[in-house]
């Protein structure tokens, strides 16, 4: 006993070596109280010794993910000017990859509730300024994987005072001048108003006041989740002046935004959550799906973390991504098989984006529900492209999709400041040999279509 007590506390101390580097150390004291805990787990001592490594080696981690971040704020205070006349504070954002630090005025117009402000950035631009909080970090988080992916997505920044401080997250309206934004209830409200399609209009006003009588039900049948998307698409028909292509094409944007919601855990997507963008221009009406917004919340207590929100149901994430993709399979097939294609580059990617705005628990608990995610989306089109197979057509629009994503992704490895996490290093590396592959493939492409072109010509 008191030989496999030495062999533990010997190994503690050679796993400690690590964490001495980077200046944590344990007593003595502590040491031999760890070790006395292992030794009555009655384990063998090579059982102890992988208890050992995984936690130590997940202190490493812990230790330089939190030292990366106090990198970042070293590197934010380094770029800063002093702010010039008539600005108040500076706007972090991550345009196309790349972190981009401006100095800008924000002016407070009304307080919406204690966590929440209207605001003007810049004496132009109307905007929501949301509190420093874990919840509202996600937002930039997910306006950058929508970047990645060619999803729209409001555009978001993280507002620091005069001396990095952070002070909030900012999300700019995507509302133009003659434009009129509306919530998908506030939709209905206006389709009631306005629409001229009486049988439509009464088919919207019933089954939505039927279901909103008693809250949010669970979702039981196949019946159920098709009811509920198929009443988002009766509200678009149901928009006065539109045409049959704006119908789909909101149709399309609206079923790529639940693919994105359910790949990045975005739980809270009931109605008041997703917004239409009304134009008038020669008294005609036109339409187009709002910017992602709000999509913040990847928990919520009262749903088990197989399910989420989606307009009146609390449904199960893959029935309701199964029922997307095997009844509109047509509209979402260029998302869903873009995030199959690059799961390899994308996984690291996330890990890189994540890491920049979490604590440790919190950026190892959303990576993981990423990966689970995309193994999810990467299973149910596997089983769909059994009885739909791709056409050539669907795989040369496939192919030219990821070369666009190919060339988003350059930015994210030449720009991010890398922790020195021994896995991000593999990640890292194969990322980089993943879009020098790709850029070798675009580049023969394009070869091949000079010589087919020199041919016909």
């Not at 090579?46 to 981690?61: G, P, Q």
């Not at 187009?288 to 919520?300: G, W």
């Not at 294609?341 to 604590?359: A, Y």
């Amino acid at each position: 006993m008191e030989e496999k007590m030495l062999a533990i506390v010997n190994h503690i101390n050679e796993r400690l070596g690590n964490l001495k580097e980077l200046g944590k150390t344990y007593s003595e004291e502590k040491i031999n109280a760890l070790a006395l805990k292992l030794l009555s787990t009655n384990k063998s001592l090579d059982e102890i010794k992988t208890l050992i490594d995984n936690k130590f080696s997940n202190e490493v981690r812990k230790i330089n993910h939190n030292n990366h971040l106090s990198t970042l704020k070293e590197y934010y205070l380094a770029s800063i000017d002093k702010l010039k006349k008539g600005n108040n504070c500076y706007l972090l954002s991550y345009e196309e990859g790349v972190k981009v630090l401006e100095q800008a005025y924000l002016k407070e117009d009304r307080v919406i509730d204690e966590s929440l402000k209207e605001v003007t950035l810049n004496k132009s631009l109307v905007a929501s300024l949301k509190k420093n909080d874990v919840s509202n970090d996600y937002e930039l988080i997910i306006s950058d994987i929508a970047y990645l992916l060619n999803v729209n997505y409001a555009k978001t920044f993280r507002v620091f005072d005069e001396n990095m401080n952070p002070n909030g997250i900012l999300s700019v309206s995507a509302v133009n001048k003659n434009e009129r934004f509306l919530t998908f209830e506030e939709a209905l409200r206006f389709v009631k108003e306005e629409s001229t399609s009486f049988n439509l209009r009464t088919e919207l006003e019933d089954y939505h006041d039927k279901k909103i009588k008693h809250g949010l039900k669970v979702a039981k049948s196949n019946e159920d989740y098709i009811s509920n998307l198929e009443y988002v698409f009766k509200l678009f028909r149901a928009l006065p002046d539109i045409k049959k292509e704006n119908i789909e094409n909101l149709k399309k944007e609206y079923l790529n935004m639940k693919v994105f919601e359910i790949l990045t855990n975005s739980l809270n997507n009931n109605l008041n959550n997703i917004g239409l963008i009304v134009n008038k221009e020669k008294i005609k009406y036109t339409y187009r799906l709002a910017p992602s917004y709000n999509k913040c919340t990847v928990s919520i207590p009262s749903i088990t973390k197989s399910q989420t929100i989606c307009n009146f149901y609390i449904v199960e994430k893959k029935v309701l991504l199964a029922t997307i993709v095997n009844n509109y399979y047509d509209y979402v097939k260029e998302l869903v098989n873009l995030i199959v294609d690059n799961k390899n580059t994308l996984v690291p990617i996330c890990n890189q984006v994540i890491q920049e705005h979490l604590d440790f628990k919190e950026y190892s608990n959303y990576l993981e529900i990423i990966k689970n995610n995309i193994v999810m989306i990467d299973t149910v089109v596997r089983e769909k492209k059994i009885s739909t197979p791709d056409t050539e057509e669907d795989l040369f629009t496939y192919d030219d999709n990821n070369i666009l994503y190919s060339n988003r992704i350059t930015p994210f490895v030449d720009n991010y400041i890398e922790g020195d996490i021994s896995d991000d290093k593999h990640n890292n590396l194969a990322l980089i040999i993943m879009v020098l592959i790709t850029l070798v493939v675009t580049l023969g492409i394009i070869i091949l279509a000079i010589i087919a072109i020199s041919k016909l010509v």
